[in-house]
C-alpha cells in the first residue's frame, strides 16, 4: 500500500522561505516516471507548482526561480524548496508520483504567507 506524507508547511511571511518534504512508504521515488508537487488554494482549482518527468524540471510560470524540486533517493523523500514566498502561494500543497500509471497524493500541508 502506497503512502505520501508531506510536512513542513505552515505560516510564514512575505519573502520567507519553506522547505516542504514528502516521504513515501510503498514506492520508491526513484522508480515513479513522474514526481511533483501540486497546489491549491482556496477557491482555485489545483494546479501543478513543479515536476521531474523522465528526469526533466518543470516549474509553474509563477513559481520559477524561486522554487525548486529534489529527490533524495537515500531517504525515499521529495523536496520543494520556497524562497521569496508571496500571498499568492498560499496553499494546500500535494505531493503528487505516477508509477505504473497508477497516480498517487499526499494529504496535503498548508502554506500560509501572511505578514
Known amino acids: 500500500q502506497v503512502h505520501l506524507v508531506e510536512s513542513g508547511g505552515g505560516l510564514v511571511q512575505p519573502r520567507g522561505s519553506l522547505r516542504l518534504s514528502c516521504t513515501a512508504s510503498?514506492?520508491?521515488?526513484?522508480?515513479?516516471?513522474?514526481r511533483g508537487w501540486y497546489r491549491q488554494a482556496p477557491g482555485k482549482s489545483r494546479e501543478l507548482v513543479a515536476q521531474i518527468m523522465y528526469g526533466d524540471e518543470s516549474y509553474h510560470s509563477s513559481v520559477k526561480g524561486r522554487f525548486a524540486i529534489s529527490v533524495d533517493d537515500a531517504w525515499n523523500t521529495m523536496y520543494l524548496q520556497m524562497n521569496d514566498l508571496r500571498p499568492e502561494d498560499t496553499a494546500v500543497y500535494y505531493c503528487?508520483?505516477?508509477?505504473?500509471?497508477?497516480?498517487?497524493w499526499g494529504q496535503g500541508t498548508l502554506v500560509t504567507i501572511s505578514s
Open positions: 510503498g514506492l520508491f521515488f526513484a522508480e515513479a516516471n513522474i
Open positions: 503528487y508520483v505516477n508509477q505504473a500509471r497508477e497516480d498517487y
